[in-house]
C-alpha cells in the first residue's frame, strides 16, 4: 500500500523556469511533509519542510504548498538552476507521540533535470 | 563538525554471510533509523530505534536485526535470511520533537 506517490518519475526544465514537483498521499493521519534532494550514491539532504496547519511555507527559491483537502502538496523552484538536478522525495509523517514517532514515508522519487 | 557517518562506503557480501553495517552520529539525537533504498524506488523503514536499548521493527524487517547499546551507534546486520540484500543502505537520525531526519552518506551493498 503506497501511501505517499511522486506519479512523475522524471521532469526536465530549463534554466531559469519554474519546477514544480508533486505528490499525493492518502493516509489523512500525516501531519508533517518534507521534501528532500538526493544526489546519486549519496544520502538524502534535506530541503524544506510544512506542518498540516500551513498551506504554505518558503525558503528561498522553494516553496512547498499543502492541500489537505486534495491530500496533496508540491515543491516549487524559482528560479531553477543546473545545480538543481537531482532527485527528490517527499515524505510524510505524523508528529511525535506514540508508536509512529519520528517514521517517515517516502514516496518513489521524481528525477529533476535542469537544462542549461 | 556534526554529522553522521557510515562505513564502509561499499560493502561486499558472500552467500550465507553476515554483514554489519556501522552508523554513527555525534548529533546528540535521540532517535536513529535505517533505510534501504532499491534502484526506482523510495526508501523503505528496515530499524528504528528511539532511546538506547530499545528498537522497533519497521515496514521491511525481515533478514535484518540491529542493536542500540550507545546513543551515538546504531549498526545494522543483514544476515543470510535475507535473500535480496544488494541495495544501498541510508542511516538516519532524529532530534526530540522533530520531524525531521537528517542522513548519512549511505553504504551500498553488493553480493558476490
Known amino acids: 500500500d503506497q501511501q505517499v506517490k511522486q506519479n512523475s518519475p522524471s521532469l526536465s526544465v530549463q534554466e531559469g523556469r519554474i519546477s514544480i514537483l508533486n505528490c499525493d498521499y492518502t493516509?489523512?493521519?500525516?501531519?508533517?511533509f518534507l521534501w528532500y534532494k538526493k544526489y546519486p550514491a549519496e544520502g538524502p539532504t534535506f530541503l524544506i519542510s510544512?506542518?498540516?496547519?500551513?498551506d504554505k511555507n518558503e525558503d528561498g527559491r522553494f516553496t512547498v504548498f499543502l492541500n489537505k483537502s486534495a491530500k496533496h502538496l508540491s515543491l516549487h523552484i524559482v528560479p531553477s538552476q543546473p545545480g538543481d538536478s537531482a532527485v527528490y522525495f517527499c515524505?510524510?509523517?505524523?508528529?511525535?507521540?506514540?508508536?509512529?514517532?519520528?517514521?517517515?514515508?517516502f514516496g518513489q522519487g521524481t528525477i529533476l533535470t535542469v537544462h542549461p | 563538525d556534526g554529522g553522521i557517518t557510515q562505513s564502509p562506503k561499499y560493502l561486499f557480501r558472500k552467500e550465507g554471510q553476515n554483514v554489519t553495517l556501522s552508523c554513527e552520529q555525534n548529533?546528540?539525537?535521540?532517535?536513529m533509523y535505517w533505510y534501504r533504498q532499491d534502484p526506482g524506488q523510495g526508501l523503505r523503514l528496515i530499524y528504528y530505534?528511539?532511546?538506547?536499548?530499545?528498537?522497533q521493527k519497521g515496514d521491511i524487517a525481515e533478514g535484518y536485526s540491529v542493536s542500540r547499546e550507545k546513543k551515538e551507534s546504531f549498526p545494522l546486520t543483514v544476515t543470510s535470511a535475507q535473500k535480496n540484500p544488494t541495495a544501498f543502505y541510508l542511516c538516519?537520525?532524529?532530534?526530540?520533537?522533530?520531524?525531521?531526519?537528517?542522513f548519512g552518506p549511505g553504504t551500498r551493498l553488493l553480493v558476490l
Open positions: 548529533l546528540n539525537h535521540d532517535a
Open positions: 510544512i506542518s498540516s496547519i500551513k
Open positions: 530505534s528511539q532511546i538506547v536499548n530499545d528498537f
Open positions: 515524505a510524510a509523517s505524523r508528529a511525535a507521540g506514540g508508536t509512529s514517532y519520528g517514521k517517515l514515508t
Open positions: 538516519a537520525s532524529s532530534a526530540p520533537g522533530q520531524g525531521i531526519q537528517y
Open positions: 493516509n489523512s493521519m500525516f501531519d508533517y
